[in-house]
């Protein structure tokens, strides 16, 4: 994108921000209506969506996919009017999103919105390679707020998402794709031409609102659905996969979670940078998916991607412990399923080659591609915009990994795996909530918890085989 361009669209951002004050409201349902033309690389869509008290008035906004554009906004079925411009969006793949903004004259409790827009979905060089989203002619990769804003947004960037419903949604692909969201799929019927989807779920994270279309064939093993491209290798895989994930899930409700969303699991072959976890959806490369059984890297991506929903704990974006719950958890409580399935053996030497990893990169300032690592940070010393920047660093999987397993190694095994449950089991926790729960069950290594916590220190009784 040209320098011009982007200054163009920050000149409209500042003047549409400081004309008014944008009054955000949360959606407490959705409806959408889908339909995907991968071969224009478009979408065509309404949707309907429900505030917890209506609309009050005042001036209202909301943010799509910039490439997206609002034909028609109704309330109560009468036609509102709006505007639509481009803004520079942080939690868009491309950088840029379609901030669409109206006028409610009086409020209205009962409102219900009805918006439909239209559009395409083309890659883009604006960040990393891992943004994957797009449609295209392999299908249908879209995330939702913090990647790609398929449906509408009453969120501004870079602040906490939440949680909300989508009572009643209906995905149109052509026939020969297979569609998969999230939640409860209802039905798949064809007709005309179209492969039709209809799905539901309740309280999920706006995060969380993936879909993927491709040529899929299905294996389904009781409430484990695999979703795999039709080659022997990946048939083969897909069995195995189908047990695996049985088995972590297994261990996983027993030891973590309790109540995660585990009723249907949804396992899809993704293309490259497709490794994602998303509410009862795991999406695994095809060099993972296919190689499932041949190395221990696949099976612990699977496990990382599957554990996520299991050690979800809410922190604020302002928060201190933000990063290290939300990439730093699921990056080492995965091993414990592992750990209890393939042998303490396995795990302990897996281990040993993080130090080793850890320290070589910490001394020598680059990853194990020759890449320059970022500058090392304390855990409790990152902030929320800081996540992208360490959360495949050498901090946030290198050294997670050896604090948490610093701490089964100084509780024991029984009594870490209740202090976890204690942990991710919560509905919410804050950095000094942290804290204190680490010092409840080890109340003898107040300084060390600080030390790891707070510092970049590594003293010799951290290291695994210290005293021996």
């Given at each position: 994108m040209k320098i011009n361009k982007i200054l163009s669209i920050l000149f409209i951002s500042f003047l549409m921000l400081s004309s008014y004050c944008l009054a955000?409201?949360?959606?407490?349902?959705?409806?959408?209506?889908?339909?995907?033309?991968?071969?224009?690389?478009?979408?065509?869509?309404?949707?309907?969506?429900?505030?917890?008290?209506?609309?009050?008035e005042g001036i209202k906004v909301f943010y799509l996919h910039g490439e997206l554009e609002v034909s028609s906004i109704k309330i109560a079925g009468e036609e509102v009017k709006f505007q639509q411009a481009p803004v520079v969006y942080a939690y868009e793949y491309s950088l840029i999103a379609k901030q669409v903004t109206f006028t409610i004259e009086k409020p209205l409790p009962s409102a219900e919105l009805r918006i439909e827009y239209a559009g395409f979905f083309h890659p883009s060089a604006s960040r990393s390679a891992s943004d994957y989203m797009r449609i295209d002619d392999d299908g249908v990769f879209l995330r939702a707020f913090q990647y790609s804003l398929w449906f509408?947004?009453?969120?501004?960037?870079?602040?906490?998402s939440y949680a909300t419903n989508f009572s009643d949604v209906t995905l149109s692909v052509p026939e020969g794709f297979k569609t998969v969201f999230v939640g409860e799929k209802i039905s798949e019927t064809i007709k005309d031409g179209q492969n039709i989807t209809k799905w539901r779920v309740s309280g999920i994270n706006l995060i969380h609102l993936q879909v993927t279309a491709q040529r899929y064939k299905v294996l389904e093993r009781e409430n484990v659905h695999i979703y795999f491209y039709d080659n022997e290798k990946s048939q083969t895989a897909a069995e195995q996969i189908a047990l695996l994930v049985r088995q972590l899930v297994k261990y996983n409700s027993k030891y973590l979670k309790k109540n995660a969303k585990t009723d249907s699991l949804f396992i899809l072959e993704m293309p490259e940078y497709g490794n994602i976890s998303a509410h009862n959806m795991v999406g695994l490369t095809s060099d993972v998916f296919q190689n499932i059984n041949s190395e221990e890297y696949p099976k612990r991506t699977l496990a990382h991607e599957l554990v996520h929903p299991f050690v979800s704990v809410k922190v604020s974006r302002d928060d201190p412990l933000f990063c290290l719950a939300i990439e730093g958890f699921p990056s080492y409580f995965h091993l414990l399923g592992l750990r209890h399935f393939s042998g303490k053996e396995k795990y302990n030497e897996f281990m040993v080659r993080v130090e080793k990893w850890f320290f070589k990169q910490k001394e020598s300032g680059v990853d194990h591609r020759g890449n320059k690592l970022p500058v090392e940070k304390p855990f409790m010393k990152m902030s929320a915009d800081d996540y992208s920047t360490y959360k495949d660093g050498y901090i946030l999987w290198g050294k997670t990994k050896l604090f948490f397993n610093y701490l089964l190694r100084e509780m024991g095994e029984e009594k870490f795996l209740v202090f976890t449950s204690d942990l991710v089991n919560r509905d919410s926790i804050k950095e000094k909530e942290f804290v204190s729960l680490l010092e409840k069950y080890l109340p003898s290594k107040k300084e060390q918890i600080h030390t790891w916590l707070y510092t970049n220190d590594f003293p010799e009784e951290f290291k695994i085989n210290a005293g021996k």
């Amino acid at each position: 994108m040209k320098i011009n361009k982007i200054l163009s669209i920050l000149f409209i951002s500042f003047l549409m921000l400081s004309s008014y004050c944008l009054a955000m409201e949360k959606a407490t349902d959705y409806k959408l209506d889908v339909t995907f033309i991968p071969e224009s690389s478009s979408m065509k869509a309404n949707a309907v969506i429900k505030f917890a008290d209506g609309l009050a008035e005042g001036i209202k906004v909301f943010y799509l996919h910039g490439e997206l554009e609002v034909s028609s906004i109704k309330i109560a079925g009468e036609e509102v009017k709006f505007q639509q411009a481009p803004v520079v969006y942080a939690y868009e793949y491309s950088l840029i999103a379609k901030q669409v903004t109206f006028t409610i004259e009086k409020p209205l409790p009962s409102a219900e919105l009805r918006i439909e827009y239209a559009g395409f979905f083309h890659p883009s060089a604006s960040r990393s390679a891992s943004d994957y989203m797009r449609i295209d002619d392999d299908g249908v990769f879209l995330r939702a707020f913090q990647y790609s804003l398929w449906f509408p947004i009453f969120l501004e960037d870079k602040t906490d998402s939440y949680a909300t419903n989508f009572s009643d949604v209906t995905l149109s692909v052509p026939e020969g794709f297979k569609t998969v969201f999230v939640g409860e799929k209802i039905s798949e019927t064809i007709k005309d031409g179209q492969n039709i989807t209809k799905w539901r779920v309740s309280g999920i994270n706006l995060i969380h609102l993936q879909v993927t279309a491709q040529r899929y064939k299905v294996l389904e093993r009781e409430n484990v659905h695999i979703y795999f491209y039709d080659n022997e290798k990946s048939q083969t895989a897909a069995e195995q996969i189908a047990l695996l994930v049985r088995q972590l899930v297994k261990y996983n409700s027993k030891y973590l979670k309790k109540n995660a969303k585990t009723d249907s699991l949804f396992i899809l072959e993704m293309p490259e940078y497709g490794n994602i976890s998303a509410h009862n959806m795991v999406g695994l490369t095809s060099d993972v998916f296919q190689n499932i059984n041949s190395e221990e890297y696949p099976k612990r991506t699977l496990a990382h991607e599957l554990v996520h929903p299991f050690v979800s704990v809410k922190v604020s974006r302002d928060d201190p412990l933000f990063c290290l719950a939300i990439e730093g958890f699921p990056s080492y409580f995965h091993l414990l399923g592992l750990r209890h399935f393939s042998g303490k053996e396995k795990y302990n030497e897996f281990m040993v080659r993080v130090e080793k990893w850890f320290f070589k990169q910490k001394e020598s300032g680059v990853d194990h591609r020759g890449n320059k690592l970022p500058v090392e940070k304390p855990f409790m010393k990152m902030s929320a915009d800081d996540y992208s920047t360490y959360k495949d660093g050498y901090i946030l999987w290198g050294k997670t990994k050896l604090f948490f397993n610093y701490l089964l190694r100084e509780m024991g095994e029984e009594k870490f795996l209740v202090f976890t449950s204690d942990l991710v089991n919560r509905d919410s926790i804050k950095e000094k909530e942290f804290v204190s729960l680490l010092e409840k069950y080890l109340p003898s290594k107040k300084e060390q918890i600080h030390t790891w916590l707070y510092t970049n220190d590594f003293p010799e009784e951290f290291k695994i085989n210290a005293g021996k």
